[in-house]
């Protein structure tokens, strides 16, 4: 037997464990101090009601001989997908079933949809970004090349006539910056695509955060998006379901074979979403989950709000934080990400995340998200301001 020798070739992600870490030192050095989670990248907030009551009779159906379900369509219940497909019509955007694909998330589709490119591509990622697209194509031995995302571009690059690439990653609205791209923005990137003969991957897993409507949503707002890209969403940031798992990857028929690959891969890898977690899902569609997503995600809003005005009263200028949960500053004092992070855990107490780990153009920035709860944000926010305003 031979190792696939390319997990060799992953750096060990020191990020999350470091920062674990030092704060476990400083909280047993400091015992009595209360420290301030703003790093997490999970959401906090419980399941919404019509959500939970959903499974809970979906859970009474599969205890019953009539109405009990074994193994399901593999790409997803119609009822999901009719609920998704209806759900991208308000944004003017017309899908068929059997484009949509029903997964445990958007993390594993993201790894998974891989299966369908040679190892012979080249592979363009943003600088910084979110690890799992670097990661899975190191594992498959793909080259890979960056573009930056940096303070000039605003953290939303646009495409670059002298790269060569022919797998691109769109993360918008932007994790770990929080950047969202405008309809123009993305217009340039799918032009690029297509004259390239790419494919682009795009990840929509904070569309929900998008407050105004000429934001695009979805990529296939925009004109020949069905013919270059795979859309990847999820219900984990809309609604919760970082722990109950269920999420979509959109495969137009427009994409050639494209989508009948993945349906092979699909139904030969994969057995389907729990008929229970499909039924919760589909709840978030209904108008009773959409008013409890919306109080929810405006909790999460109205945090981002309070950090981006104490961020604005000192002067710190930051990214995001309107249309994503993530509000990424530039250190002040030109302090590097990782001396950013130790004067505030040591001084205040405030845990965020150094950008350096997303990537070097992340270097000199930080990351704080509004997932928190607002006791805890107000609270982060009065010590950053006496700590900073005052300091
Ligand atoms: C959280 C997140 C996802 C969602 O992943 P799931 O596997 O669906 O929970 C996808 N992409 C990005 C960039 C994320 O931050």
């Known amino acids: 037997m031979k190792l696939n020798e390319n997990y060799s070739n992953l750096k060990e992600s020191y990020l999350f464990s470091t920062i674990a870490k030092k704060v476990n030192e400083f909280s047993t050095a400091n015992p009595d101090k209360k420290i301030i989670r703003l790093g997490i ?26 109405t009990f379900r074994g193994y399901g369509p593999e790409q997803g219940y119609d009822f999901l997908k009719n609920a998704i497909k209806n759900y991208y019509l308000e944004h003017n955007v017309e899908l068929e079933s059997d484009e949509i694909f029903i997964s445990d998330g958007a993390k594993s589709d993201l790894g998974n949809i891989l299966d369908l ?49 022919d797998i691109i990653y769109i993360c918008s609205p932007n994790n770990p910056t929080g950047a969202v791209y405008t309809k123009d923005g993305l217009k340039q990137w799918v032009d ?34 069905k013919n270059c890209a795979i859309e990847f969403c999820s219900f984990s940031k809309t609604a919760g379901f970082t722990g109950t798992r269920c999420g979509y990857t959109v495969v137009p028929h427009s994409l050639g074979k494209l989508n009948k690959m993945w349906l092979r891969r699909q139904t030969t890898k994969f057995n ?52 994503s949960p993530y509000i990424w500053l530039k250190c002040p004092d030109n302090m590097s990400s990782w001396d950013f992070f130790d004067y505030l855990l040591t ?45």
């Open 347 to 391: 001084n205040i107490q405030v845990v965020g995340t150094p950008g350096e780990g997303f990537g070097k153009n992340g270097e000199g920035f930080f990351r704080l998200t509004s997932f928190g709860s607002k006791e805890n944000t107000i609270e982060a926010m009065r010590r950053i301001k006496t700590l900073i305003c005052n300091g």
């Open 192 to 225: 690029y695509a297509i004259q390239n003969n790419a494919v682009i991957l795009f990840d929509a897993a904070y569309e929900a955060f998008i407050t105004d409507n000429s934001l695009p949503h979805s990529i296939y707002e925009i004109e020949g998006a």
């Open 272 to 323: 389907g979403v729990p008929y229970i977690v499909q039924r919760g899902a589909e709840a978030v569609f209904t108008p009773e989950g959409r008013k409890e997503i919306e109080t929810n995600l405006n909790y999460y809003r109205e945090n981002a709000k309070i950090i981006a005005a104490t961020l604005d009263e000192c002067g710190i200028k930051y990214f995001g934080g309107k249309y």
């Open 117 to 165: 490119f040679d190892k012979d591509n080249t592979v363009l990622v943003p600088d910084p970004v979110y690890p799992v697209y670097v990661d899975t194509n190191v594992m498959a031995g793909r080259k890979i090349v960056y573009i930056n995302a940096n303070e000039e571009n605003n953290f939303l690059p646009a495409p670059d006539k002298n790269i060569k690439a």
């Open 41 to 66: 990248g999970d959401v906090t907030l419980p399941l919404c009601k019509a959500v939970v009551s959903a499974m809970k009779s979906a859970v009474d159906e599969m205890g019953v001989q009539s």
